[in-house]
């Protein structure tokens, strides 16, 4: 039986990884919440793990407001590098195996093909950098690790582009959606299951990237969402031309 791990689990993630869990038999996996666990707390990480006696680490926590990390980045900093640090010491002392989880953002998005494991990260916002600077305690702290970078996640959970679009398409809102992007939407719910077959396979360590394989701009995976759901003949979606952001964002964070 294998111990494991979740921090961060109510997030969009964490929820995908507590819905497919229990049917793993071989596996013993506990849940903790950024209340029950926070990653900045060193303390409060030492006292899980003594007791814990974990196999795996799955590092779900992290700051993901991607413009308010702009403008606070502190509090980015904190938890995606220095909460992500105080993991990597404690499973480092523990024997514990760290699974971190980390994004298309590292790249500055200027490839006009996919970007590769083989790539240089250069982040252009201070999400980015503080999830770059988190990959790179890793690197430097630990020998047994696994990054994953992963892109655009969606899911039932939360409040992601996917719900976003559904909801205010229910509601008869007409939509408008930037095609200035492209990336590769990853369901969470396929990230869970490849983490989980990770875990009892036991295989695969380093930096590696996970997407659903399939690219596209915010606008084409909003009229898939409508697609998907036979809304696309009852709602208007318009591709938006005015589209401004304050954060800069890769304008490709294809992963290949
Ligand atoms: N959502 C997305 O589109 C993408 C996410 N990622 C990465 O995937 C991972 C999972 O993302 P999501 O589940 O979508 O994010 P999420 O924002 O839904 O979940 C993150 C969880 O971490 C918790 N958390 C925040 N600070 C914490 C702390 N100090 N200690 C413990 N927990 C804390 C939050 O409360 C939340 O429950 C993250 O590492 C994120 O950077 C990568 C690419 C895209």
């Known amino acids: 039986m294998k111990k494991v791990l979740v921090t961060g689990a ?24 950024s209340k029950e666990l926070d990653i900045t707390d060193i303390l409060g990480i030492e006292e899980a793990f003594v007791k814990g006696n974990f196999n795996y680490c799955i590092n779900c926590a992290a700051y993901t407001n991607v413009e308010q990390a702009e403008k606070t980045p502190d509090i980015a900093y904190k938890v995606n590098a220095e909460g992500v640090k105080n993991l990597a010491n404690v499973c480092k002392r523990y024997n514990t195996t760290l699974i971190h989880i980390s994004t298309d953002y590292v790249f500055d998005g200027e490839k006009d093909e996919p970007y590769t494991v083989k790539d240089v990260p250069n982040p252009i916002n201070e999400y980015g950098k503080s999830k770059l600077l988190g990959e790179k305690h890793i690197q430097e702290i630990m020998d047994n690790y696994c990054i994953i970078r992963t892109s655009w996640l969606y899911s039932e959970f939360g409040k992601n582009f996917y719900t976003t679009i559904l ?39 380093g930096i590696e990237h996970f997407t659903d394989d399939y690219s596209c701009t915010w606008f084409d995976f909003a009229k898939k969402i409508l697609i998907e759901h036979e809304l696309e003949k009852t709602v208007q979606l318009r591709r938006d031309k005015n589209y401004r952001t304050f954060v800069r964002r890769p304008v490709n964070s294809v992963l290949l």
């Open 167 to 205: 909801k205010k398409a229910k509601a008869g809102e007409n939509l408008s959606v930037t095609d200035e992007q492209l990336g590769c939407p990853t369901n969470a719910n396929n990230l869970a299951l490849y983490l989980v077959e990770k875990l009892i396979q036991n295989n695969n360590f």
């Open 10 to 33: 109510n997030g969009q993630l964490g929820q995908c990884l507590q819905k497919i869990t229990p049917s793993y038999k071989e596996l013993n996996v506990i849940f903790k919440s």
